[in-house]
């Protein structure tokens, strides 16, 4: 069983920051790309940035820039530093991670976590 934890959702000002992180647990036997997508209302989920073992890293063009993709192999964590947030940023964010456990290789997601910008 694999799970992942979301948290560091919040209510902030325009401006502000934010970190979000996602720990995967469980039967892991190794863990390959992490990703953090995003779903407003009324929209499809977006992928916002994504991390690969090695550490490339890729961005939606609306936050690089902005924000930053990173990850703890130790911790099997991976982070979303979020600056200069916007209101357009508001929206359900959700990590999505591969993991090979016992008897499969597949993406798990986290249950999301809530970021809202407004003033």
């Known amino acids: 069983q694999v799970q992942l934890v979301e948290s560091g959702g919040a209510l902030v000002q325009p401006g502000g920051s934010l970190r979000l992180s996602c720990a995967a647990s469980?039967?892991?036997?190794?863990?390959?790309?992490m990703a953090w997508y995003r779903q407003a209302p009324g929209t499809q989920r977006e992928l916002v940035a994504a991390?690969?073992?090695?550490?490339?890293?890729n961005y939606a063009d609306s936050v690089k820039g902005r924000f930053t993709i990173s990850r703890d192999n130790a911790k099997n964590t991976v982070y979303l530093q979020m600056n200069s947030l916007k209101p357009e940023d508001t929206a359900v964010y959700y990590c999505?991670?591969?993991?090979?456990?016992?008897?499969?290789?597949?993406?798990?997601w986290g249950q999301g976590t809530q970021v809202t910008v407004s003033s």
């Open positions: 991390i690969t073992t090695g550490g490339s890293t």
């Open positions: 469980g039967s892991i036997f190794s863990i390959h790309a």
């Open positions: 999505n991670v591969g993991i090979s456990s016992r008897n499969s290789l597949r993406d798990y």
